[in-house]
């Protein structure tokens, strides 16, 4: 039905409701010989015919909307692309539509979540789905192979659309390396080497070995004398010659023609750190007449405007001063690279950098600029990156009008940003190793006062006046005690049981006691990833690595400024696979699968100043009183023992993330993630007595265990370093145990031990250490061998004799 039989139809129905209304009225006249009332009724009904009238046209000119139906080839010519595939998608995931290069690619059998690019990529395109449809878009990049071809990763780019937001928009695009080589060859042999030829100037691709992969219809003209012959494969240094004077020219012209001045650009990628390898990097030739110059004609222009177009498409930082060290050029890369991307050149170079280094720069450029020309690099720092000096390549150039010196300065901020982590991993180690020695130092000291303290209250009951001094030495000591075992963790160096376990099991059996101790105003939230594979950990440190975090964030988000106390804390695990890590970039990481540990607040956030040491013992920004400093170093050195990584990210006012990586551990045929419970045998009750060889080189200590030792019925003989001890078996002393510490001066207690067992087999050992147990049993490498860690009390090391007495003793 077109639009004038709808209006015409309209019409109709107008007229057939006026003929009703009207005999409507004369009917009630008639009957009720009543003017007024008719004349109420009457205009009553024309109110209501008027409003359904209103609405018969409303409803008309919806219906004509709802029925009008898209024209799809609209929309597939609008989202043509050759470099991309494009596809809608409805809630239900049917394909609606789709480009020429989505049908080429995968075809039209496929909806783009189930693209044939394998199983690993159809498990990261869900996740994208989830998330997109949760937060209204999403990129992923996964990897994968059309029809058995060659693996090609995919950047993924899916966004909501449409009035109620049921639709999907997806964007495909293969993601390529940048060809900087291959792009450059396309522009010499077209456009670019064209445009150079008619200014004079003959470009060429040189590869590391000499041979020429591309050169433009000018050099081509000049080499050979045609300009459509074909360069590629020979040698470029055969087609010059180089007379008197270093003077060089064209080859074919026998020095008949003028001299040439060449300029080598390397052609490198600037993405990668340090400087381009010269046995693998191609080269970019420009050969110019020498009393031309490039871009000096009748004009005299300040710069080299052909040579200007062409250093400004370069990925390599590059910029042109003239003799009074002028800026007369730089490119886009070489601004980037000093920091000041997207803003217009200095007047001069030495606006750069910092103002100590200004008076150097400026000699140099005027050194260069004079005399012969020249090369040579010189060290600044930048004004906008003062804490790190970088590398500026100078070059003495002639012929280029006013320009005189050419600079180069390399993009290092990636550089630097892997050197710093390195450097702070390199300190994080030095810190480690510090605390661990000061740990085991410091308990020995609390060995001696504990034990001490024991001794004294064997002596003193309840109710002495002695006795409640004596306990609050002793909760002291512990107290102390608690700290350096804190050191430890930090340094790598605690004992951990480490099981198989799934991450998420830990975060459960966590999360109850974490409601409590973040409050009511804090909300809790936990998600996990499927699919996540299995970890190798202590789950009682891991279970203190988040607590550790919690009460962090608890903190930040009570002290957030005009908030209330109240928040949210998320802890996540999250599937990290070898091709996020690759994508991370990362020099700390190395490839592999991860599960990994996320620890979100919506708290204060971090300084940036401070954000480099909260992993450093000690270091805390909480008021004095309030915080050991320990908290997060504890939580660096438990990740680090269990072979994981941990970083942060935080931003002012909004909160702070921590995630923690923990290596997948891929188990052996027949192994569970549940460890095995051994059904072992406790040993029987030992009856006391025995004789003893006790080594300890700390007097205070040895003096402790020897008086323990001797209350609980042993002959304890004591040696004060590992020579001794040994000296005593060799003249024939018999004992049942040796008691010996670790590390001590001229032989250790582990040398001893080796030396012993050459006399004495089956003597077991006990070592006394506040080193890790793993990390002892690893070095040691003896059998029949037994740990205690320091500090201990009287208590503790008499069950510890009798129970190693009690496993070794003949049945």
């Known amino acids: 039905m077109n639009a004038g039989q709808q209006h015409t139809g309209r019409l109709s129905e107008a007229g057939v409701i006026g003929l009703a209304l009207a005999g409507s009225v004369a009917l009630v006249w008639l009957v009720s010989g009543d003017g007024l009332l008719a004349a109420i009724l009457a205009g009553a009904l024309l109110v209501f015919a008027g409003l359904a009238w209103m609405i018969s046209n409303r409803r008309v000119d919806v219906a004509e909307a709802e029925f009008a139906l898209p024209d799809w080839s609209v929309t597939v010519a609008a989202i043509d692309r050759d470099d991309m595939a494009i596809a809608l998608t409805d809630r239900a995931g049917r394909l609606t539509c789709a480009n020429a290069s989505y049908e080429n690619w995968f075809g039209v059998g496929h909806d783009p979540a189930r693209l044939p690019l394998g199983d690993a990529a159809h498990e990261q395109i869900a996740e994208l789905v989830r998330s997109v449809w949760r937060d209204g878009q999403g990129v992923a990049q996964v990897r994968g192979a059309i029809g058995g071809g060659v693996d090609t990763d995919w950047r993924i780019e899916v966004r909501r659309s449409g009035r109620g937001e049921d639709f999907l928009v997806w964007r495909i695009q293969p993601v390529s390396a940048v060809d900087l080589v291959g792009d450059l060859v396309k522009q010499v042999d077209g456009k670019l080497g064209k445009g150079l030829a008619r200014a004079g100037i003959s470009a060429a691709l040189v590869d590391p070995d000499g041979t020429i992969r591309a050169a433009s219809a ?173 590398s500026l390549s100078l070059a003495g150039v002639r012929g280029l009008g006013e320009a005189a010196v050419l600079l180069g300065l390399t993009d290092t901020s990636e550089e630097t940003r892997l050197k710093r982590q390195v450097a702070q991993a390199t300190k994080m180690q030095a810190v480690g190793q510090l605390a661990g020695g000061v740990a085991h130092d410091f308990n020995n000291v609390l060995t001696a006062i504990l034990g001490t303290c024991d001794l004294m209250l064997m002596r003193h009951t309840p109710g002495d006046s002695d006795y409640d001094d004596i306990q609050q030495i002793r909760a002291n000591s512990n107290r102390a005690a608690s700290l350096t075992r804190q050191l430890l963790a930090f340094s790598r160096q605690q004992t951990l049981r480490p099981e198989v376990l799934q991450l998420p099991d830990v975060v459960a059996d966590v999360s109850q006691m974490l409601r409590r101790l973040i409050g009511e105003k804090i909300q809790l939230v936990v998600t996990h990833d499927r699919d996540l594979g299995p970890v190798r950990a202590d789950p009682t440190q891991l279970e203190q690595v988040i607590v550790n975090l919690a009460v962090n964030a608890r903190d930040a988000m009570q002290m957030k400024k005009g908030a209330d106390g109240s928040g949210t804390l998320t802890l996540a695990t999250h599937r990290v696979t070898t091709t996020d890590v690759r994508a991370m970039r990362s020099e700390i990481i190395p490839a592999g699968d991860y599960t990994a540990l996320i620890v979100q607040d919506t ?171 793993e990390q002892l049993r690893k070095e040691i490498g003896i059998a029949n061998a037994w740990f205690m860690p320091k500090p201990f009390s009287v208590q503790q090391l008499s069950e510890k004799v009798g129970d190693v007495l009690a496993r070794t003793a003949p049945h």
């Open 218 to 390: 000018g050099f081509a003209q000049r080499a050979t004398g045609d300009a459509l012959a074909d360069m590629t494969g020979l040698d470029f240094v055969s087609l010059l010659s180089q007379e008197e004077g270093e003077r060089i020219g064209w080859a074919r012209e026998g020095g008949r023609g003028g001299p040439l001045v060449l300029y080598h650009v390397p052609v490198a990628d600037p993405d990668l750190p340090g400087d381009p390898d010269p046995n693998i990097t191609p080269s970019l030739m420009l050969a110019v007449e020498a009393g031309q110059g490039i871009g000096s004609g009748s004009s005299g222009g300040t710069a080299a405007p052909h040579l200007e177009a062409l250093l400004s498409q370069l990925p390599l930082g590059l910029a042109m001063a003239d003799r009074d060290g002028r800026l007369l050029f730089a490119n886009p890369a070489f601004m980037r690279a000093a920091g000041r991307e997207g803003h217009l050149p200095p007047t001069y170079p030495t606006d750069l950098v910092t103002r100590e280094d200004k008076r150097a720069l400026s000699e140099a450029i005027r050194r260069f600029a004079q005399g012969p020309s020249a090369a040579g690099d010189i060290a600044v720092r930048l004004a906008e990156l003062p804490d790190d000096p970088v």
């Open 603 to 773: 708290g204060s956030g971090i300084p940036p100043e401070h954000l480099g040491k909260i992993f450093e013992p000690f270091f805390t920004t909480k008021e004095q009183g309030k915080g050991t400093g320990l908290g997060l170093s504890t939580v660096y050195g438990i990740v680090k023992q269990s072979g994981g990584f941990i970083f942060a990210e935080s931003e002012m006012g909004l909160g702070t993330r921590f995630v923690v990586y923990l290596p997948v551990h891929h188990m052996a045929p027949g192994e569970t993630a549940v460890p095995a419970i051994k059904d072992e045998a406790p040993p029987s009750q030992w009856a006391g007595g025995g004789s003893i060889l006790l080594v300890e080189d700390e007097d205070p200590v040895r003096v402790v265990a020897e008086r323990a030792l001797t209350r609980q019925g042993y002959q304890v003989t004591c040696a004060r370093d590992g020579e001794e001890g040994l000296e005593l078996v060799q003249q024939g002393g018999r004992f049942d145990l040796v008691v010996s510490d670790v590390v001590m001066p001229t032989m250790d207690g582990p040398a001893m031990a080796r030396e012993i067992r050459r006399i004495a087999p089956g003597l077991p050992v006990l070592f006394m250490s506040g080193y890790a147990e």
